[in-house]
């Protein structure tokens, strides 16, 4: 189960090394990391970095990717504005590694 990742970056909310996943509430316009999670099997589908969380979550939904389908939780850690896209594609990465998603076709960063 993915509620929480230690990993340690200045840039995490609150300046600690558990980030927390979220899930409910409204997602922030600001940077941070997000995962779509398969609500039946509990599996990681994508996992991404941005620069503005809300933005793109809704982009993906628009955009009718597969990931982002009705039978999904995102799930974001929002990070303050110090990040860069070098340390969100750091965690980005280690979470591809970690949950090897189905639909990201790279090991993270780079679009």
């Known amino acids: 189960m993915v509620n929480s990742i230690i990993f340690n970056t200045p840039y ?3 300046m600690s090394r558990r980030l927390r996943f979220r899930s409910r509430g409204k997602i922030p316009s600001g940077p941070g990391i997000y995962l779509f999670k398969n609500n039946r099997n509990g599996m ?5 970095e941005t620069a503005t969380l809300r933005a ?3 982009r993906h939904r628009a955009e009718g990717r597969p990931f982002a389908k009705r039978n999904t939780t995102i799930f974001w850690i ?3 504005n110090r990040s860069t896209s070098t340390s969100r594609r750091k965690i ?3 979470l591809i ?3 090897k998603p ?3 076709r790279n090991s993270g960063g780079g679009g």
């Open 56 to 58: 793109r979550t809704n």
């Open 97 to 99: 590694k970690q949950h």
């Open 44 to 48: 990681i589908l994508y996992v991404g």
């Open 102 to 104: 189905k639909f990201n």
């Open 78 to 80: 929002p990070l303050d």
């Open 12 to 14: 995490c909310l609150g």
């Open 92 to 94: 980005e990465t280690r």
